[in-house]
Structures are given as C-alpha cells and as structure tokens.
C-alpha cells in the first residue's frame, strides 16, 4: 500500500455487503480493503497507513466494539465509522462514545457511506499532520538549554522582556538573547506563533 494514499477497510463477515460496499468505494475513486473478519483487519491494518475503517457490529468471533479496543490497544488511530443493523443501535451508539466518527444504520444509501468515509479520511489527515508538526515542536524544544526552555515559557505568555528579567534574576540583554535563540531553534517568527504551538501542543496536538 501507497503510505500516503487512504486505504479504506470494510471489515465485514457478510461477503454480499463486502463486495457491495467496495465495489461502490471503488467507483467513487477510493482505494478499498476488504477484511471478512476482525481477525483479518488487524493482520493487515498499519498504524502509519491513513484512511478509516468501515466497521460492522456484529460479526463472529469478535465484534465490532471488541475490535475497536483492540485498536485503541494497538495504537490504530484510523477513523472508524460503524454500521448496524436496526436492532443494534444501542451499541452502535456504545461504539460512538468509544471513538467511532460515525454510525450509519443499514440500509443505508451508498453515496452517503461515501461522503463520511471522505470526512473520515480528512479528519484522519489532519489529525496525521497535527501529529507530525507537534512531533517536530517536540524534537525542537529537545535542542533548548533549560533557561532557554524558562525564557520560551515566559515569553510564550507574553510577558515582556523586563518582566521575564526580573522573574529570573537576569539582565534584559541577556533575555533578548535567549528569546531570539528561542525562536530560532523553535523556527518561529514571533512570540505569538510561538504560544499558538505550545498552546495545540498542550491541547493534545498529537
């Protein structure tokens, strides 16, 4: 698989809505897996691969809510949007509160399943990407000096260059000098783009 090309997996243990769903995928130009068990999705799914994972409820063996533990276990963040059968709403609705993105009750119409499965992959690249800058934030903030990384919290709170002196019982100079290196080793242009980024990476950003 392309690592940069959204795979989409129908894990589903009935082979009529299998083929059915994949070949409808499939002409709306997306790239399918079909896995007839939770067993098979798990075998062939991959943490870096994006894309989102169009999960049945009930299914042999194990089933759809086991299955989506196992991922969260498995660090398996792709999307996951569940379908369910009229009488299986409750625990389709168990499943949204542990991650799922979406729910859809059969029958459904095909180009609905279509366009949540482009949100779930938009939502998934995001998320990727959101993961990627918060991994480069945190590798930057590994090349800062511990005063360094004191003067990038104070200056990330707006705090002026005198203030931030005198909190830390040094000449102003000598804090314009580290918040220029702050910046620098942070590859930020300001104070201000500096917060935004602790600030998401606070928030979870990855």
Known sequence: ???DVPVIFIVDDDEAVRDALALHL???????RPCASAAEFLAAAD???????????????MD???LQQEMIRRGLSLPVIVITGHGDVPAAVRAFRAGAVDFL???????LLI?????ACERDRIERQAGVEAAEIRHRMTLLTPRE????ELVAQGLPNKT??????IGIRTVETHRARVLEKMGMSNASELARALTRLEQGGG
Request: overall charge negative; aromatic content about 2%; some cysteine.
């Open 1 to 3: 698989m392309n690592p």
């Open 26 to 32: 499939e002409l709306a130009g997306l790239i399918v």
């Open 47 to 61: 943490p870096d691969q994006p894309g989102c994972a169009v999960i049945d409820i009930r299914m042999p063996g």
């Open 64 to 66: 759809g809510l086991t």
């Open 105 to 111: 009750q059969k029958p459904f119409d095909e180009d």
């Open 115 to 119: 366009e949540r499965v482009r949100e």
């Open 149 to 152: 990384r004191e003067v990038m």
């Open 164 to 169: 931030i002196a005198r909190q830390l019982d």
